[in-house]
Each structure stands twice: as C-alpha cells, then as structure tokens.
C-alpha cells in the first residue's frame, strides 16, 4: 500500500502539460493531493497572480517550467534569445512565489517547489543562455530559502536532467542509437532516470518529512552532475 504523503495537500503544477507535469500531477494524485494542474504560458506578468488567486488555497507551489532549449554557439547569442529564455524560464518564478506567500505566512507553513536543471551545474557546449537562466532559478530559491525558513515555508529545486520526459527527451530521441551511447558514456546510471523516480522524490519534498531542507538544489541526473 502507497504511504499517502501529500493526503489532503492542495498542490498548485504550472506547465503542467509539459516537462514534468503529466507525471507530477499523476505522482501527487497518487498521494492524495488535490492538483490544480495549470497550463498557461506565464509570459504574461499578470498572470502568476491570476492563476494563484484562482486556485484559492494552496498548500504547495510547483514552479514547473519549460520550454525548448537554443543551441547557440556563444558569438552568436543576441538580445532576443537571451531576453526570451529568461522570460520563459526565470520570470514567472519570483511572481508566483510573490503571488502565494502571503497565504503561506498566514498559515506559517507551505511547500515551494521548483523543477530546475543539472545545466545550471556543469557545462554544456552550446547551452549558455538556458543554463544561465536555470542557474538563476537555482540562485533565486537558495536566496529565498534562507529568507523564508523562519515563517515555516521551505522553497527548494530538483536540479535534473536525463529523466525521462517528453519535452526535452521525447521518444524519438530515446530511440536514437547515438543518444543511447551518450547515455553509457556521461551518464553513470547507464540510463535514464525515470519520471516516476523523479517525481516521487518531488513528492517526499514536498511533504511534512522534508521540513528540514532550506534553499536546497537536489541533482536528480543519474550521476552526470555535479562532477
């Protein structure tokens, strides 16, 4: 029988359509979590704030967001890339997190979540503007971690990358026999991690056994980071 870790917990998924929010939602679910599974973009400055205010209590936050990563050789980077990246991927953060604190001060307790990437930990050729914006992401929860402790609310990140998904690893390019090689060759694990593995992880983090971790960015990536 599953221990119901998130029983009763109203859990806020953004992206939820992508990256890891089928399976988050389907891993919470299993725990007894009522998801508020949301698909918007959040480009928009206005609608973290909307969607926060339409799904009423929220007991945990999860920052899941995505989007296609450029592979851009350094001298070719321009403005545009830069700006829309960061866009996608670190603006939305600090404006849901604005958004569902004072809910979580009132109550002196809640989960932050954020999905972020092992690109911010080491190198990737040709990946400089999306690993520069998930480092942010990692950045921001570390800062934000210490400023929330003492209102009991713990803000932390996964830090992954070859897990089994299908925004950044969809089934054709599992298929490939090159990336099968790649996956023997700079992944210890030998293979990807799997979105269940993943997901329940995400699921104890955000539970009343994980209180104890403040700011923390977990690497969930088979061994391929940080080395």
């Given amino acids: 029988m599953t221990v119901q870790?998130?029983?009763g917990k109203r859990v806020l998924i953004t992206?939820?359509?992508?990256?890891?929010?089928?399976?988050?939602?389907?891993?919470f679910r299993r725990h007894g979590a009522h998801v508020v599974a949301d698909g918007a973009p959040l480009l928009n400055p206005d609608e973290p704030a909307q969607?926060?205010?339409?799904?009423?209590?929220?007991?945990v936050l999860v920052v899941n967001l995505a989007m296609a990563a450029p592979s851009t050789p350094l001298t070719a980077i321009d403005d545009d890339e830069w700006q829309r990246v960061f866009r996608s991927l670190v603006d939305p953060l600090p404006r849901l997190v604005k958004a569902v604190l004072p809910q979580m001060q009132e109550r002196r307790r809640g989960k932050i979540l954020v999905m972020g990437s092992a690109a911010a930990l080491r190198g990737i050729?040709?990946?400089?503007?999306?690993?520069?914006a998930r480092g942010a992401q990692l950045a921001f929860v570390q800062a934000a971690g210490v400023e929330l402790a003492p209102s009991n609310i713990q803000i932390n990140a996964i830090a992954q990358n070859f897990v089994d998904n299908p925004t950044y690893f969809p089934p054709e390019?599992?298929?490939n026999p090159k990336f099968q090689e790649r996956l023997k060759r700079e992944v210890p694990l030998g293979r990807l991690v799997s979105a269940a593995e993943d997901t329940e992880f995400a699921a104890y983090l955000c539970s009343e056994h994980a209180d104890c971790f403040v700011g923390q960015a977990f690497p969930v990536c088979g061994g391929w980071a940080p080395r």
Wanted: hydrophobic share 55%.
């Fill in 5 to 7: 870790l998130l029983n």
């Fill in 15 to 27: 992206h939820a359509d992508a990256f890891m929010g089928p399976a988050l939602c389907e891993t």
């Fill in 51 to 59: 969607i926060v205010a339409a799904a009423g209590q929220i007991d």
């Fill in 125 to 132: 050729r040709l990946c400089a503007t999306y690993s520069a």
């Fill in 173 to 175: 390019v599992q298929a």
